[in-house]
């Protein structure tokens, strides 16, 4: 079920490139990399939200400060 759920979240990130939605986008990388830490993959996990950030500050989403609580969470550093 988790990995299908992967699958699906990196469906929703290419559709969400490719139509220029960038909150969309945002959210399919932090959707995709809590998905991927549960499977255990935790630098690819972290990779994701690390860009899924990037993306909610570029459009000053809300959504940034979850994404910045769940690296702290798990020990990323977080600049700003």
Known sequence: ETREAVGLHEQH?????EIGDRRG???????????????GKTEEAAGRVR???AVFR???????????AWLRERGVAVEG
Not at 13 to 17: E, H, Q
Not at 58 to 68: G, L, M, N, Y
């Open 51 to 53: 860009e899924a950030l």
């Open 58 to 68: 570029a459009i000053e989403s809300p959504h940034a400060a979850t994404a910045a």
């Open 13 to 17: 990130l290419a559709i969400a490139r």
């Open 25 to 39: 986008e945002g959210i399919a990388l932090y959707n995709g990399g809590d998905k991927l830490a549960k499977l």
